[in-house]
């Protein structure tokens, strides 16, 4: 405990020092979450994320969480230098969605507008038309559908197709999952329903169709903590990271949240609810890159040019 106190301490030094902010999400660890909050940084879902970094002042971000919020961060400040505590942090979602098997499955399908998930890489959103994320993908889909478009949308199947349930548009799905949210099951949760009868259930869009079928709200990390801060109950079933059970606690003192069943709690699954690429963000490393200044985010500008648009596109849209 103290060793933590003492590396909390040397963090907030050298964020000063380097004239650095942190912009954290609410899957890692509680520690950088608290330390992003009070020390003027920011800790939210990745259309804030995104925002927060672009208009910030500081010329250094450091962004605790995976690669595909550093990249979308130096896409939208080339000039800014982007740190993260461990490059090796991605997603199943973007290592499913390879930019060249992409860019063919688009080359088949001129006809159809591309809505890409925030959760790729700079090259994916180089070859899409709009950006979004679990925030608005709703939003800006009906928004394409009442002007007549298809879609093409990528990588996440459970998200793209809860959007085309939702607006009724017409959309082919690349079929990519997030392993965390996959994990979740639809008949243990009613299993779990029926003991919780007044429980609320909130439920992120990457959780397969059957779990999102028995959702109280839907959206993302930023709606369902609003929604636990807001709704008119004392019990909720949290179907996301079981990271957000951090910030849910401190934002609803009182009520009571229970982690949505996986298939795994068993040797099958070590990280149920837990994003083991969200995990590798600690006070540790944390405190070497702010030292070092190692494990630096560097996109090519070509393709940094070509992203931006996607990614201007929807915060132009959410302003
Ligand atoms: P949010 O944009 O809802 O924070 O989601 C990001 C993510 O990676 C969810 O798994
Ligand atoms: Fe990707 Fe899922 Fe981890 Fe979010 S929780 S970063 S979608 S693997």
Not at 1 to 28: D, F, G, T
Not at 33 to 49: F, K, N
Not at 107 to 121: G, I, K, L, M
Request: glycine residues 6%.
């Amino acid at each position: 405990a103290e060793e933590k106190i003492a590396l909390k301490e040397r963090i907030r030094k050298l964020l000063k020092e380097r004239e650095a902010v942190l912009v954290a999400h609410y899957y890692v660890d509680a520690d950088l979450q608290d330390l992003a909050e009070e020390t003027g940084g920011c800790v939210s879902d990745s259309l804030e994320m995104a925002r927060f970094g672009r208009d910030h002042p500081a010329k250094t971000l450091v962004v605790a969480g995976v690669r595909f919020m550093g990249e979308t961060a130096k896409i939208l400040s080339p000039e800014k230098t982007i740190l993260m505590p461990d490059l090796d942090a991605t997603c199943s979602l973007d290592l499913g969605c390879p930019a060249d098997e992409f860019a063919a499955f688009c080359d088949q399908h001129p006809d159809r507008t591309v809505v890409v998930y925030a959760n790729t890489s700079a090259a994916v959103k180089a070859r899409a038309d709009w950006m979004v994320t679990s925030s608005i993908g709703l939003d800006i889909v009906a928004h394409l559908h009442a002007q007549g478009k298809k879609i093409l949308w990528a990588p996440d199947k459970h998200l793209g197709g809860y959007i085309q349930q939702k607006t009724g548009a017409d959309m082919l799905l690349w079929q990519g999952s997030c392993i965390v949210h996959d994990e979740f099951k639809g008949v243990e949760l009613e299993l779990m329903k029926a003991e919780h009868p007044h429980a609320k259930v909130l439920v992120h869009p990457e959780s397969p169709a059957s779990v999102v079928a028995m959702a109280d709200v839907v959206g993302s990390t930023t709606q369902l903590i609003n929604a636990a801060q807001n709704l008119d109950a004392t019990e909720f079933i949290v179907a996301t990271d079981n990271g957000i059970l951090h910030k849910m606690r401190m934002a609803a003192p009182g009520k009571h949240f229970i982690e949505a069943p996986t298939a795994g709690n068993s040797a099958t699954c070590k990280s149920c609810a837990h994003c083991p690429w969200m995990a590798m963000n600690g006070l540790q490393n944390l405190a070497d890159v702010l030292e070092s200044g190692k494990n630096e985010i560097f996109v090519d500008p070509a393709i940094g040019k070509e992203a931006v648009r996607a990614i201007d596109r929807m915060l132009d849209f959410a302003a």
